[in-house]
């Protein structure tokens, strides 16, 4: 069993070998915690400046991260490693015990959570620990998510437009390691507080991803964040070996498309029962028929059809048949 910490003073991240603990975080309104998983492993085969930091279960209904991480933490052995791994494979515990998206404590989503607050809600105090006790140990960051319940994307690793160029590359390079058809350059403007905007702005290695939609647990999307975080310590020395594939042999290399600006997300003009006419992942040219909104109200009516800004490919498309007026119902990245 993991070991149970309520002081977090009293761990020592250097302690050679793997350790299992549980953290305990109080709860804000009733005598109890949140209990959040960590492992921690010291190789045993010396050091390594390069220390990776991998996360599943940011968002609780997104399953990949959370069985590719807790494999990780079973599966890793200290003897065979250099350097150290800090393995965290519920973040937001109560929301992947709750299998929602926010954390139904505070109704806070831990993936706008960030920098945190020691003294806010026990989501922000998550965040606040993993920026001040986590991320010092690290110098790449995995955070593995997938749509949810939100959207579905082909299964791709994604960062912000990063000012640094050499940052970036190496950014870049890290990203392949996981063997996806597609990387995703997205809009910094989406969304604010983010594990990941926390840790690039630190000067990390920093990796989002999207591995599945659905709060279902994909198959593949499961293998793209195992191997992939694997390929990543032997790229950085932490683990012995070869870079390992995950798609077939002879598969093209990553498509790198970008969507770094807001009107690469079109936004429902209306409600209506959506029809997708394609799938994530397809090319589409500007004026493209990507799906119709049917209205029920009078199913004599014509669908109103929705077509493509821009020339590109669909790097997400709304998940629901119910888009409500407002969310994004699909974006066209360049690439
Ligand atoms: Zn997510």
């Known amino acids: 069993m993991p070991t149970l910490i309520q002081d977090f003073n009293q761990l020592d991240f250097a302690r050679p070998d793997k350790h299992h603990y549980q953290l305990a975080f109080p709860l804000d309104g009733t005598w109890g915690f949140s209990v959040v998983p960590l492992t921690v492993i010291n190789g045993l085969r010396g050091p390594n400046q390069d220390g990776v930091i991998c996360f599943g279960g940011t968002h609780g209904n997104e399953y990949e991260g ?15 490693m250099t350097g150290r791994v800090i393995l965290m494979p519920r973040l937001s515990e109560s929301a992947c015990e709750a299998n ?15 920098p945190g607050n020691p003294r806010g809600t026990i989501s922000s105090r998550i965040a606040h620990f993993v920026k001040t006790r986590i991320f010092p140990l ?5 955070d593995i998510h997938s749509g949810g319940m939100e959207g579905a994307f082909p299964h791709c690793t994604s960062f912000h437009p990063i000012p640094d160029v050499a940052q970036e590359a190496e950014t870049e390079r890290a990203a392949r390691l996981f063997d996806t058809p597609f990387i995703m350059v997205y809009s910094s403007a989406m969304a604010h ?3 990941t ?11 989002g991803s999207e591995f ?5 647990t994909d198959r593949l999307g499961v293998r793209h964040a195992y191997v992939g975080t694997k390929n990543v310590l ?50 589409v040219r500007e004026g493209d028929l990507v799906g119709r909104l049917h209205d029920f109200a009078d199913h004599s009516s ?27 119902l699909f974006v066209v990245a360049e690439g």
């Open 234 to 283: 032997r790229h950085y020395g932490l683990l012995e070996g070869e870079f390992e594939p995950v798609r077939p042999v002879g598969s093209p290399p990553a498509r790198l498309v970008r969507a770094p600006h807001l009107d690469a997300y079109v936004p429902t003009p209306r409600e209506g029962v959506w029809e997708p006419l394609l799938a994530p992942g397809d090319p």
């Open 138 to 142: 690290g110098r790449v960051v995995i």
């Open 66 to 80: 959370q069985v590719a991480v807790k494999r990780l933490a079973t599966d890793l052995l200290a003897e065979e």
């Open 212 to 216: 599945g939609a659905g709060a279902s």
């Open 302 to 328: 014509e669908a109103l059809e929705i077509r493509a800004p821009r020339e590109g490919f669909l790097i997400m498309m709304h998940l629901s048949a119910r888009p409500v007026k407002g969310q994004t």
């Open 193 to 195: 507080g983010l594990l």
């Open 197 to 207: 905007d926390e840790a690039e702005a630190e000067g990390k290695i920093t990796l």
């Open 100 to 114: 929602t998206r926010t954390s139904p404590l505070d109704g806070v989503n831990m993936n706008r959570a960030f």
